[in-house]
């Protein structure tokens, strides 16, 4: 049984893999390890990021906030997860399912603007090296990570709204394991195409618009780091790129994969596949592409293993 009847009438049932009960108890065990890895990635990221005074740049700023971004993400959606995978229920409340579709929703529109910022930094320090401090200084940073903040809650306030208020006539069992757009707007019974047409528009504008900049900005970084002299200079440029390319591949993949398509188009495992990846495998594997990949980070992770470190920090 995936749900008792005592559960309200208000609540949404998840079915998730309850159709593959044979899967739920490894995929706990799987999305518990998981969730563990990206909390503790991520606020490792964020702890040296602010802590560590050889990490104060822009990059690192930008950097801290994406993990600050992964690891809301991942605390909205994978403790809900876990809890219908472990139990017998497999509910979420109204008030759950909406403040779950509107912070996830916000927190990855977040990201997509974010996104395409950090390759601005990244063009700014490699194309324009002298002006760099003048282009990207501290309050210009916090500008754009607050507008990028406000933007992406904004999007999802205007996306929220139009799919929590689209008629359902009482149906409330969406095959999926947490509430997302394309989910919801399955269960409504009446006429979606304003919707998606929104849908579309919107994921065009948040995740197309900044993915083209994104590429844009990259052409000029390549045309730049082919002109460095200096073989040790243009690997360090080609690193810290390759590090930023690899989250954006990662992330606007199964992003575009679902949001810029009809939701009546979308297939029941590909969708949750999906959302599998850019919920919990994106944000898990962020943190340690960018420590792995960077020896500045990792050096800093070293420093804050010693106890000198946080004596001079206090």
């Given at each position: 049984?995936?749900?008792?009847?005592?559960?309200?009438?208000?609540?949404?049932?998840?079915?998730?893999?309850?159709?593959?009960?044979?899967?739920?108890?490894?995929?706990?065990?799987?999305?518990?390890?998981?969730?563990?890895?990206?909390?503790?990635?991520?606020?490792?990221?964020?702890?040296?990021?602010?802590?560590?005074?050889?990490?104060?740049?822009?990059?690192?700023?930008?950097?801290?906030?994406?993990?600050?971004?992964?690891?809301?993400?991942?605390?909205?959606?994978?403790?809900?997860?876990?809890?219908?995978?472990?139990g017998p229920e497999k509910t979420i409340?109204?008030?759950?399912?909406?403040?779950?579709?509107?912070?996830?929703?916000?927190?990855?529109?977040?990201?997509?603007?974010?996104?395409?910022?950090?390759?601005?930094?990244?063009?700014?320090?490699?194309?324009?090296?002298?002006?760099?401090?003048?282009?990207?200084?501290?309050?210009?940073?916090?500008?754009?990570?607050?507008?990028?903040?406000?933007?992406?809650?904004?999007?999802?306030?205007?996306?929220?709204?139009?799919?929590v208020l689209t008629p359902r006539c009482?149906?409330?069992?969406?095959?999926?394991?947490?509430?997302?757009?394309?989910?919801?707007?399955?269960?409504?019974?009446?006429?979606?195409?304003?919707?998606?047409?929104?849908?579309?528009?919107?994921?065009?504008?948040?995740?197309?618009?900044?993915?083209?900049?994104?590429?844009?900005?990259?052409?000029?970084?390549?045309?730049?780091?082919?002109?460095?002299?200096?073989?040790?200079?243009r690997w360090k440029a080609f690193n810290?790129?390759?590090?930023?390319?690899?989250?954006?591949?990662?992330?606007?993949?199964?992003?575009?994969?679902?949001?810029?398509?009809?939701?009546?188009?979308?297939?029941?495992?590909?969708?949750?596949?999906?959302?599998?990846?850019?919920?919990?495998?994106?944000?898990?594997?962020?943190?340690?592409?960018?420590?792995?990949?960077?020896?500045?980070?990792?050096?800093?992770?070293?420093?804050?293993?010693?106890?000198?470190?946080?004596?001079?920090?206090?």
């Open positions: 049984m995936w749900v008792s009847n005592q559960s309200s009438l208000d609540d949404f049932i998840l079915l998730g893999f309850s159709d593959r009960s044979w899967l739920e108890t490894p995929l706990f065990v799987i999305f518990l390890v998981a969730y563990i890895s990206a909390l503790f990635g991520n606020i490792s990221v964020i702890l040296v990021s602010r802590l560590d005074p050889q990490l104060d740049s822009p990059m690192y700023f930008f950097v801290s906030n994406l993990s600050l971004l992964d690891l809301c993400f991942t605390t909205s959606t994978v403790p809900q997860m876990l809890v219908n995978l472990w409340s109204y008030g759950g399912c909406v403040a779950q579709l509107y912070i996830s929703l916000a927190l990855g529109s977040t990201e997509c603007i974010l996104l395409a910022i950090m390759a601005f930094d990244r063009y700014a320090a490699i194309c324009k090296p002298l002006r760099y401090p003048i282009i990207m200084n501290q309050r210009r940073c916090i500008h754009m990570a607050t507008g990028t903040w406000i933007s992406g809650f904004a999007n999802s306030l205007v996306q929220s709204t139009l799919t009482g149906q409330r069992v969406m095959d999926h394991f947490f509430c997302e757009v394309p989910a919801l707007l399955k269960l409504a019974c009446t006429d979606t195409h304003v919707n998606e047409a929104e849908l579309n528009v919107l994921g065009a504008l948040l995740l197309l618009v900044p993915l083209s900049l994104i590429l844009g900005i990259y052409v000029f970084i390549a045309r730049a780091v082919m002109r460095i002299r200096s073989a040790e200079s810290t790129c390759a590090s930023h390319l690899l989250v954006v591949s990662l992330f606007y993949f199964t992003a575009i994969t679902m949001y810029v398509q009809p939701p009546s188009s979308y297939s029941r495992d590909r969708g949750k596949i999906m959302a599998l990846f850019y919920g919990i495998v994106t944000p898990t594997l962020n943190p340690f592409i960018y420590t792995l990949r960077n020896k500045d980070v990792k050096a800093a992770l070293r420093r804050a293993l010693t106890k000198e470190f946080w004596v001079r920090t206090r």
